[in-house]
């Protein structure tokens, strides 16, 4: 196979995000723009003599991308392609066969939660050797490359299919062999699942708690497939939008309440299932509902998994420590406290836990975005885990209560199942819990539930609201006397400012430094206010502001825990709209998105 190389320009803006490079498909069907970010992805990933893996959520414009990559894998002298049939595999997969084979990295061609389609979105995103995403030094590399880049090298004459399982071996001229295997993109996962989790067991607790799981026409349809229906026996009506298509059907794959919202109708509607769950357009979030679609805010979530870790047989030897997000809320760090385990708060981005991981600092962690991390350490961590999450022992009770209610059952013995369950409610359990669920105890906790609340603001001018973050900071800076000390009030409460700053994070294992992650305004109480622009958009600018409190009622009052977040928060949230001066700046009166 002869290889040809292209003279070319860099492009702007070939700038990875939070999470891999986003943009409008059409801006990727530019003549040279996906070739130029291959090129430095491929270069920066130091991939020659290599082998890696490519997968991606099967979204348009995916399999034109899988040649072009499979072209110029070859003329750059990668070793081996591990090519998913159809180019259908999961970050979470293409994350775990990475690890299996120790390959030098791999290739996800997703733009995740954004929408699919000719006129929606493409993204790419570089897993490194450890199977997580690429941390900021290596997606800087990328960067720096592609704003110097004149010329990429391709085998333009290269066809490989990848529909069919097969391995394919070329002669590219100058360079040596080039192998092409292809590959299910669900069956090493679901091996991986297997060997974690007791699928038994999992199969006789959903005999009696039914689930449903939307995958949103993503690519998580494949594996929830096999999984639930294939391995655990659920019947097909535990299903729906499997099917992995182009545009997602018209579905934005974003598993939130707004855009899931026919999942939440049809569990608010019904009493059939016990559980619920959607998930992104990639696989590496989900976001899981009770019965009658109570709402379980991740943050909760993750501390609920983090204090009942025993549960996982995976952890009955100890829980190393515990990671979460800045904009996450704090309860991690209460159940890290009762634990007695380390804590650590990073940037927002997957790619940041990454090195606490491969230390062996972290055992489980996640974000307020609905990732989550479970099994680490031994062999397959780097996962923001989606399906993993779906299948451990964690009931959800639910009782249709907003999450300000939940509490954390704090000394569950081993083998119990993990239970959200509301503070207020009775002792002992209401008569209708499953016969099959093996509760053992139930403990009032301690501690303090939090309301946390995220809101969206999505496709905003640009401009605006980097003036209001560039002003915000000069604020943090002590700008016009500066935050720290003052006092907000509204209706009742009052909060004053204990210190403020930009986000900034030095990571304890290579000592590499991130700032400006996001704006904090923090109160003597210990109630947040958090202001951020998304890292993940293609266009535009999408605010994200978060505000998180601690309620403590007097006893008597237990009823108020029952009080909805946006309620509970409403004060927090009207201070931490004047303070950005939110509405002037962006225009808008209310969030397209409240998580
Ligand atoms: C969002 C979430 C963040 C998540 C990221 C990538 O980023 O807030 O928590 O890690 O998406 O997830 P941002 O910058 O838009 O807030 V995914 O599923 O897109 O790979
Ligand atoms: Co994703």
Redesign the pocket.
Known sequence: VPVVTVATKPFEGQKP????LRKAVKVFQQEHYTENFIHCVLEAGKTVGQTLVVGGDGRYYGEEVVATIIRMAAAHGVAKLVVAKAGIMS?PAVSAIIRERGLCGGIVL????NPGGPDADFGI?YNCSNGGPAPDHVTNAMYGLTTQISQYKICPSLVCDIHIIQTSVFQVDGVGDFTVEVVDGVDGYVRLMKSIFDFPAIAAFIKSFPVLMDSLNGVTGPYVERIFLGELGAPPSSVRNTKPLPDFGGLHPDPNLTYAADLVATMRGTDLYKMGAAF?G?G??NMILGERGFFVTPCDSVAVIANNASCIPYFRGGVGGLAR?MPTSCALDRVAAALKVEMFEVP???KYFGNLMDAGRLAICG???F?YSLPSGRVYPQV?STLRYSLPSGTVYPHHLPSSTLTYPHHLPPSSTPIIYPHHLPHPLPHHLPSSTPISTITYSHHLPSSTLRYDYENCAAEPCGAMVARLRGLVDGVDGGLTGKSFVDGEKSYTVDRADDFSYTDPIDGSVATQQGIRVIMTDGSRIVY?L????SSGA?V?LYVESYERYEDGQEDRYLTDSQTVLRPLLNIALNIAQLKQYTGRDGPTVVT
Request: glycine residues 20%; without cysteine; charged residues 30%.
């Open positions: 995000g939070t999470s891999g970050t997703t733009a995740s939660h995103k992104d990639d590496d979030r997000s927002t981005g997957w974000e307020e975005s990732g923001q951020r998304s890292g993940t958009g999408t994200r």
